[in-house]
């Protein structure tokens, strides 16, 4: 696999690889590379995570063994990353994955994290971007209410049995996505077993979905 190299300040940059499992790891080690070098630290867990989902997007729904590029540039204060390949039929979307599907959520992870993402179509290929702030966000104010510190307990004993790179990861925005992550399955594994147990698992939501607007002022 070989690559331009980038000369700094922050020069774009681009490589040429072939889409398959192999490859990704290696385009990781490659992100965190660069970013270290243009000192953008904080995102480098973020980077890597779209990145990784981006490349395995082209891997299942393009085909092994295509001919991709990855491209990374700055975009004022966002960190840009494109992935390009040949196909320009079969287009990235935000899928609402089944209750007992393993994938169709790597755009939503993708979204959660960058601040936006689409996809550019040229005569040739298709470019599927995101973009990444580099500027560390103000946390915001979070009330220290029971109901959150359990929540927040829950996510860290799941993440860290079904994820222990995610539990680790640094940086607010990761730590989010991950977390954002590890609910959505949390709640997923909750109606299956409520489902199991013969409960309508619609009702349930419908009820918790009560209780959180009561104690939370949210308009219906």
């Known amino acids: 696999?070989?690559?331009?190299?980038?000369?700094?300040?922050?020069?774009?940059?681009?490589?040429q690889f072939t889409a398959e499992p192999e490859e990704v790891a290696a385009l990781r080690r490659v992100m965190r590379l660069h970013l270290r070098l243009w000192g953008l630290e904080?995102?480098?867990?973020?980077?890597q995570l779209c990145v990784?989902?981006?490349?395995?997007?082209?891997?299942?729904?393009?085909?092994?063994?295509?001919?991709?590029?990855?491209?990374?540039?700055?975009?004022?204060?966002?960190?840009?990353?494109?992935?390009?390949?040949?196909?320009t039929c079969a287009l990235p979307t935000l899928l609402e994955a089944g209750l007992g599907?393993?994938?169709?959520?790597?755009?939503?992870?993708?979204?959660?994290i960058a601040a936006r993402w689409g996809v550019e179509l040229r005569a040739d290929r298709k470019a599927t971007w995101c973009e990444i702030a580099t500027?560390?966000?103000?946390?915001c104010p979070v009330n220290d209410s029971p109901r959150l510190s359990r929540a927040e307990g829950?996510?860290?004993l799941y993440k860290a049995e079904h994820s222990p790179r995610a539990a680790s990861a640094g940086g607010r925005r990761m730590r989010l996505a991950c977390a954002e992550e590890a609910a959505i399955n949390i709640i997923a594994d909750l109606l299956h077993w409520l489902h199991?147990?013969?409960r309508n698992a619609d009702d349930v939501l419908d009820r918790a979905q009560v209780h959180f607007e009561a104690e939370t002022d949210v308009p219906a």
């Open 52 to 87: 990784s989902e981006l490349v395995t997007n082209v891997i299942t729904h393009v085909g092994f063994g295509t001919p991709t590029t990855l491209a990374v540039s700055m975009n004022a204060t966002h960190l840009r990353i494109e992935v390009h390949d040949p196909d």
């Open 1 to 15: 696999m070989g690559y331009n190299e980038a000369s700094p300040p922050r020069k774009p940059w681009d490589l």
């Open 101 to 112: 599907s393993e994938g169709g959520r790597g755009m939503r992870l993708v979204e959660s």
């Open 154 to 156: 829950l996510l860290d």
């Open 135 to 139: 500027e560390s966000a103000s946390p």
């Open 42 to 47: 904080d995102v480098v867990e973020a980077a």
């Open 196 to 198: 199991a147990h013969g």
